[in-house]
């Protein structure tokens, strides 16, 4: 059974940083194109970053956080990764790691987790 636990999440200080991991069991991480999706208080769903299956990893970043997020995962731990940088107040949300299979919409993505809080406060 697919199952992606995250962990990570915390109080930062704006401008600090955290790492977001994402435990998965049930599949192999590497064969599948992997999201990490963060829902604020109140608001919708938003699509943060991708990494794509396959030897090149090739990743994508919403423009809200480019430059500041990186996302990577570890095949042999089966385990996807965001490392937050430079945390500012927009920031603040649970994130979500996120198996879409073939969906393009974060609404529909297939496989979720529970997700980790990120909150942001001086």
């Known amino acids: 059974q697919v199952q992606l636990v995250e962990s990570g999440g915390g109080l930062v200080q704006p401008g600090g940083s955290l790492r977001l991991s994402c435990a998965a069991s049930?599949?192999?991480?590497?064969?599948?194109?992997m999201s990490w999706v963060r829902q604020a208080p109140g608001k919708g769903l938003e699509w943060v970053s991708d990494?794509?299956?396959?030897?090149?990893?090739?990743?994508y970043y919403a423009d809200s956080v480019k430059g500041r997020f990186t996302i990577s995962r570890d095949n042999a731990k089966n385990t996807l990764y965001l490392q937050l940088n430079s945390l500012n107040p927009e920031d603040p949300a649970l994130y979500y790691c996120?198996?879409?299979?073939?969906?393009?919409?974060?609404?529909?993505?297939?496989?979720w987790g529970q997700g980790t809080q990120v909150t942001v406060s001086s």
């Open positions: 990494i794509n299956n396959g030897d090149g990893g090739t990743t």
């Open positions: 049930g599949f192999t991480l590497s064969s599948y194109w």
């Open positions: 996120s198996l879409p299979l073939l969906s393009c919409l974060v609404q529909e993505f297939d496989y």
